[in-house]
């Protein structure tokens, strides 16, 4: 069995360093990197470093598109590339050495035509009924109605469970569509319901409502450093992080997503895949801009969890049927 991921917005991650942000001062940047970007293409890659089968499908246009390709293709990680004629976006992740904060400049991405959208429903369509999982993550192209994001989840083909880590319009059909599992973060959480959650007691009740009413059967919620809330019908369990020197957090999300699914491939139990999630999460803390995690990391960081779960070091868990 493997994985599919989609990614519709990908990017090139352009991420630098400066001393100082300082307004109206033409600023001297170092360490000048580039990574591809996009979740789903990070799923892909966390999920392949971790010795799991899994085929990415993306968006490719313009030059950036052949850099991209170039990128997948140096870390062999199988791929095919979905043609546009407009050209990938570049983002901007800038570190400011002084205090050690991250600007993260967002771009919106290409248009993409009512054929190019049609043609990314024949390929979802055409996905491997051998794939256990579909991952759609990342945002939507610039314009592109969230209506034709549900299309395109109900075009996946029968059988293959759906997993979406995305937000706000997009987040919200994914729901009304019905999908596995989801992976907002607190901020996310809010978009959705509308409102602010103030406490864990409000947070817990926004993941049950979800599942209540069928729009997702899991809600995994990232809370960064303090780790994640599992949430079914029937469980309720925080999971702690473990504490690491951070490096960068951009990419980490996608790590966790990618891990648990790696893991849940093999057979793990959801609790234990969505441990070996935030070690993945963690690990890719550990590395600059958007590189992620290797695979000794998370394996280690894992491994030390499940140590300290055993000797009752594993944080507050919530009441569960088991």
């Given at each position: 069995?493997?994985?599919?991921t989609?990614?519709l917005?990908?990017?090139i991650?352009n ?12 600023l001297?940047?170092t ?23 899994v085929?990415?499908?993306w ?10 390709a170039q ?14 004629s ?37 390929q ?14 990342g ?9 034709w ?10 059988g293959i469970?759906?997993v ?5 319009a997009?987040l919200?059909?994914a729901?009304?569509v ?7 973060n ?9 409102h ?31 780790g ?10 925080r999971?702690?992080a ?14 966790v ?6 893991a849940l ?23 600059e801009?958007?590189e ?7 394996e ?23």
């Amino acid at each position: 069995m493997s994985i599919a991921t989609i990614t519709l917005n990908p990017c090139i991650d352009n991420t630098v360093r400066v001393p100082q942000i300082i307004p109206d001062c033409k600023l001297s940047c170092t360490n000048v990197r580039a990574y591809p970007g996009g979740g789903g293409l990070n799923v892909a890659r966390v999920i392949h470093r971790l010795g799991t089968d899994v085929h990415a499908y993306w968006t490719c246009g313009g030059e950036n598109g052949r850099r991209l390709a170039q990128f997948l293709d140096d870390e062999h990680v199988p791929n095919t590339p979905v043609p546009i004629s407009e050209s990938v976006r570049e983002n901007l992740i800038v570190q400011e050495e002084s205090s050690g904060n991250l600007f993260r400049f967002g771009m919106p991405g290409p248009l993409l035509s009512d054929t190019e959208r049609d043609r990314w429903k024949r390929q979802v369509r055409e996905i491997s009924p051998s794939s256990e999982f579909v991952v759609f993550s990342g945002s939507l192209p610039e314009g592109t109605p969230p209506e034709w994001y549900a299309e395109l989840l109900r075009a996946v083909p029968a059988g293959i469970r759906v997993v979406v880590d995305t937000k706000m319009a997009a987040l919200r059909h994914a729901l009304k569509v019905g999908v596995c599992l989801i992976k907002p973060n607190v901020r996310e959480m809010e978009e959705l319901v509308g409102h602010e959650l103030r406490d864990d007691a409000a947070i817990e009740r926004a993941m049950r409502d979800v599942i209540e009413r069928g729009g997702a059967e899991v809600v995994i919620l990232s809370q960064g450093r303090a780790g994640v809330l599992l949430a079914t019908a029937d469980r309720l369990e925080r999971i702690s992080a473990p504490s690491v020197r951070l490096r960068s957090k951009v990419g980490a999300g996608d790590a966790v997503v990618g891990g648990l699914l790696a893991a849940l491939s093999r057979g793990k139990a959801l609790p234990d895949a969505a441990r070996f999630g935030v070690a993945a999460g963690a690990a890719a803390v550990m590395t600059e801009g958007t590189e992620l995690c290797h695979r000794k990391d998370v394996e280690r960081m894992y491994e030390m969890m499940r140590s300290n779960k055993k000797k009752g070091h594993a944080g507050p868990h919530f009441p569960s049927s088991e």
